[in-house]
Structures are given as C-alpha cells and as structure tokens.
C-alpha cells in the first residue's frame, strides 16, 4: 500500500527539514564549535549537550529525507459518497454518540483532531464504506461498532 499524507502535511515536513537543515544546524555546530574552543571538553556541559542535540538533528534530517522521498501528496478527498483518504466521516457509535473522523496518513495522525490515519483499526475498517454503512472494529478496550452517518470532502460546518 502507498504512503499517502496531504499536501499540507507534506509542506509541514519539507518546513521542517528545511528549517532544520538552515538554521537550527548550523546554530547547535557553531555552539559546539565555540563550546569546543574553550578546552576541556569531557566536563564541558554545553559541548557534550551540543553534540548530543546534533546527533539528535542529523537522525531527524536522515529520517524526513527518506520519508519525503516515500510519501505521495493528495490534495483532498475524491469523493463524498464513499470514505477515502483524507474524507472526513462522521460515525454514530453503539452508545448514540456521534464523531467526526478525518481519515489521514501516518505523519498526520491528531487525536484531538479526531485525524486517524487510514492503516489504524478504525481507518481501516471505515475506508470503501459508504453512508448508512455499520464498520465493526476490534480494539484492545473491546469491539466496537460505527455507522457512517456523513462523509465529506472538506471538514463539517
């Protein structure tokens, strides 16, 4: 299955591998530099910390650039009478409450949002399902079941 994320989460991550490659870098090289300059470097807390953090910099760097390379944009949902990616669902559950969903990629996940990313339980069980449709999902906390009630192509109102 493809690596789906949208194009604005997309933009977020090439943000921040670009943010970190001009100017968070080169900020924490120049302190380990200056750090460095300074002498003893085996009891020198702002070097050791320095270099640490770049470590930290350059795995995030590493990482953001293979993932960029694996992810295909989409701008929005292709349709509102089933749920696709980046639909936006609104289900009912057992107990008569109602959720909205924002079916996204794995870089995007927010569950305060309510954005779930189309590989968890319930992604997966709502993606193809149309409105009036009941998607079973076994979870750790029990299954559960949803009907759809509402899809559509941007957020609700």
Known sequence: ???????????????????LLSVERPQV?????????????SENAEYIYGKKRLRQID???EFLSKRLDQLQAVERASTDDRVVFLSWVEVEDEG????????VGADETDAKLGWISFKSPVGKALLGR?????????TPGGDRDYTILDIRIGPPA
Do not use: C, K
């Not at 090289?29 to 470097?41: C, I, S």
């Not at 149309?130 to 076994?138: A, G, K, L, M």
């Open 1 to 19: 299955m493809a690596e789906y994320i949208s194009t604005a989460g997309r933009a977020r991550l090439a943000d921040e591998l670009h943010r």
């Open 29 to 41: 090289v120049n302190t380990v530099a200056a750090a460095a300059a300074e002498g003893d470097r």
């Open 59 to 61: 795995r995030r760097i």
């Open 96 to 103: 008569g409450q109602t959720h909205w969903y924002r079916i």
């Open 130 to 138: 149309r409105r009036d449709d009941t998607v079973f999902v076994p």
